[in-house]
Each structure stands twice: as structure tokens, then as C-alpha cells.
């Protein structure tokens, strides 16, 4: 009898319900006066058309979707979408031209101090700030296209904004022109996955105060600086691609302040540093592939206790280069393009051990001028004398077991 009664009070529910539709052909022709028609529960349905309301405010559980992507314009001057509602859903929308703020951060769709809210399948342009999530719980961000056209990183947001929040889920989004492509601040339990993340004027991906949080099988391509993580205790990093990232500035991934992570299975391409780390502490990087950088990895001399092995370094033009001479940090079972050793027992790893750090890369640590002499034939022999006689570089900076062939990553 419980559950009989428990069932029609169930499908009651449902059958209260309803449909709300918006267009230029039905009754209702105001969005905002659909929202305040609908009740929990209901969905609002648009349908394709353009529709410049100001400032739509969502403060109630709702399903809020559009139909063949009817057009919220922001006319350039107000936040076009702001969610104040535990699980609202938002989908098939195109919003665009939201207003500018410093102080405000107008944005095309913003989440505030809310849980369970779903944005998907939307198509954010030329707004300020593209999704905002503010104090958030549980919230899924998922296959958005976001575009802006950001020149200079004070004149522009971030694609997607994640502050103060806990258990999102940024998934399969493709971000360019902001200034960051996503951005968490004090963000935990989180997951980045499957995103692509391009041309954005700074960061592809900044962290910062983020932890326990994993971004996985995402690409970083072309943005002013790669991706930067930052004040941060134990980020997974798995499945990454970090390419072409170019400048004098500019990483694949910079590590700065971070501690108790993982850096597996990732591919660093065409980067001016493939991964730079600063005060960085117990890393392990494993499994991943270093190919055609400047500088594969620049470890500076504040960082200690991290791992590096089973990692393909090839056709970099430094693999490894540091400021320091203390070396608190463990080369294991890498593959380098330019070790020259043998393997007389035939086991796969070379008998001599490898200094993957040239003396010239320790002289244009110091002197960044110096490298306008590479290739040259002074340089070619220094750095055959070096391998000879090693006096500049660290003699513990070495892979004792480097392997004579790469690793299928």
C-alpha cells in the first residue's frame, strides 16, 4: 500500500508539470514572462528566434531550453543569463554580447551560490566572461562552444570561471579568445575533462588554491601561455596534450607552489618549455612525452622529492636545464634521443649513465644571450668535452638506467 501510494503521488508530480512555450508564434512571446508563469518543475521551451531582454534571471527549478538555438542578446550591456536556483537546466541557447565590467564580471551565463545546475549543448559569443560558476556544488558544464575575441587579458574574461566551489564536472567544452580558457580558484573534488581549450590570450587552463582536483585527456593548443598550476595539493594530470604554446613566457605547463601530484600519459609539443617547475615538491611524471620543445622541463632549484621517469625526451633542443647545483630530484628509466651510450647485455637500458643536462643549458640558464651562439662549433665542443669530463654540471644530475629505446606512449 506504501508504495502503491507512493507511486501516484510520483506521477502526480509529473502530471503537474508543464510545458511553457516561447516564440514569436505562440502565445507567449516574453521569456522573462514565462519564467514567471512556470512553476517548479516545468520547462521552458524556446523556440529559435532573438530575443534581447535585458538581464533573464532564472529563481526557480527549471528546465530552460532551446529550440534550433534561439539567440539571447545582451546588447552589449547586461549579464544575459544569471541562475538562482538549485537544478536548473540550461540547454540549446545561443548567448551572446554580454556586457563589460571590472567590478561585476557581466558574463553570458552565471551560476550563483547554486547546486545540481546543468549548462550543456549551448553556444556562447563575444561575451565578457563566457559560463561563471560562483560558489557552486555539483554543477555540470558540458559541451559548450565559447568564443570571444580578446586582444588583451584586462579587457576580456575567462571562458569558463569556476570560483569557491566543490564537485563540478567541465566536460567535452571547446574555449577560445578569453583570457583564460578555464579558470578555478578554490575549487575542489573537480573534474576537466575531454575540453579543448585554444588561442586564448593568456592561460589555456589557470588553477590556483585548487585541490584534489583531476583534468584528463583535454588540449591546450596556442595560447599566450600554456596552463598554469598554482598553490595546489594533489592534481592528477593524465591524457593531456600541451602544444605549440610559444613565447618568451610561455610553458606547456608551469607548476608553481604545487605539491603530492601526478603528471602521467600527457604530451608536451612545439612548447617553448614543456613543463616548468617552481617550488614543486613530491611530483611523480610519468608516461609522458616531451617532443620538438625549447626546453623539455626547467626544474628550478626550489623543488625536491620529484620523480621523472619512463618519459620520452626527443628532438628537444634542451631536454632538462635548472638554475641550481643541489639536485633533490630522481631520473629513472628515460628515453633521450641524445644518449650515445651502449647496451652490451642487451636488456634494453644503456650501461653508461646519461646527463640529461648540457653545459650549455646551464650557461643560458645564467645568460639567456648565449643562445645566440648555439649550433655553433664552440658550443658542439664544449658539450662533447662535457660528456668527457663533467665539471660544470651537477655529477648526481643523471639517469643511471636510461633506456636505448623510446617507450610506446
Given amino acids: 500500500m506504501k508504495n502503491t501510494f507512493f507511486l501516484l503521488l510520483l506521477f502526480s508530480s509529473f502530471l503537474q508539470a508543464k510545458v511553457i ?93 547554486r547546486k545540481n545546475v546543468v549548462i550543456q ?4 559569443d563575444n561575451n565578457f566572461f563566457g559560463i561563471y560558476i560562483q560558489n557552486g556544488t555539483k554543477c555540470i558544464v558540458k559541451n559548450n562552444k565559447i568564443r570571444a575575441y580578446g586582444k588583451q587579458e584586462q579587457l576580456i574574461g575567462n571562458g569558463i570561471h569556476c570560483w569557491k566551489s566543490d564537485s563540478l564536472q567541465i566536460s567535452a567544452n571547446t574555449i577560445s579568445g578569453h583570457r583564460d580558457g578555464i579558470y578555478f580558484e578554490f575549487v575542489t573534488n573537480s573534474v576537466i575533462w575531454r575540453n579543448i581549450s585554444t588561442k586564448n590570450v593568456r592561460y589555456g587552463l589557470h588553477f590556483m588554491f585548487s585541490n584534489d582536483d583531476a583534468y584528463i585527456s583535454n588540449v591546450f593548443k596556442n595560447n599566450g601561455a600554456g596552463v598554469a598550476v598554482m598553490f595546489t595539493k594533489r592534481v592528477k594530470m593524465f591524457h593531456n596534450f600541451f602544444e605549440e604554446n610559444w613565447g618568451d613566457a ?35 611524471v610519468e608516461k609522458n612525452v616531451f617532443e620538438a620543445n625549447g626546453w623539455g622541463m626547467k626544474i628550478q632549484a626550489s623543488c625536491m622529492d620529484n620523480i621523472i ?29 641524445k644518449y650515445e651510450g651502449y647496451d652490451l647485455d642487451k636488456n634494453g637500458i644503456g650501461d653508461v649513465p646519461f646527463h640529461p643536462l648540457s653545459l650549455f643549458a646551464v ?18 665542443l664544449l ?20 633506456l636505448m629505446h623510446s617507450l610506446s606512449l
Avoid at 539571447?72 to 536548473?88: F, I, N, P
Avoid at 625526451?313 to 628515453?335: A, P, R
Avoid at 662535457?386 to 655529477?395: A, C, G, H, V, W
Fill in 21 to 113: 512555450e516561447v516564440g514569436a508564434n505562440k502565445p507567449i512571446k516574453s521569456i522573462k514572462k514565462a519564467i514567471a508563469l512556470a512553476q517548479i518543475d516545468d520547462t521552458v521551451l524556446v523556440y529559435n528566434g532573438v530575443y534581447k531582454e535585458g538581464n533573464i534571471v532564472i529563481d526557480k527549478k527549471i528546465v530552460f531550453i532551446g529550440k534550433d538555438f534561439p539567440t539571447l542578446d545582451g546588447q552589449k550591456k547586461y549579464e544575459v543569463l544569471s541562475v538562482k536556483a538549485d537544478g536548473v537546466v540550461v540547454k540549446g541557447f545561443k548567448v551572446i554580447n554580454s556586457g563589460y565590467g571590472s567590478l561585476d564580471d557581466p558574463c553570458g551565463i552565471k551560476v550563483y551560490n
Fill in 121 to 124: 549543448n549551448n553556444v556562447l
Fill in 250 to 284: 610561455a610553458y606547456g605547463l608551469l607548476l608553481k607552489e604545487i605539491s603530492d601530484s601526478y603528471i602521467i600519459g600527457n604530451k608536451f609539443g612545439k612548447n617553448t618549455t614543456g613543463i616548468h617547475m617552481e617550488g614543486t615538491n613530491r611530483i611523480l
Fill in 309 to 337: 621517469k619512463n618519459n620520452n625526451f626527443v628532438g628537444n633542443t634542451f631536454d632538462i636545464s635548472t638554475n641550481g647545483n643541489l639536485v633533490l630530484n630522481t631520473f629513472n628509466g628515460n628515453y633521450w634521443d
Fill in 363 to 380: 650557461l643560458t640558464e645564467n645568460n639567456p644571450s648565449a643562445m645566440l651562439l648555439f649550433r655553433s662549433f664552440m658550443i658542439t
Fill in 383 to 402: 658539450d662533447k668535452s662535457e660528456k668527457i669530463l663533467p665539471s660544470i654540471t651537477p655529477d648526481n644530475f643523471i639517469d643511471k638506467t636510461p
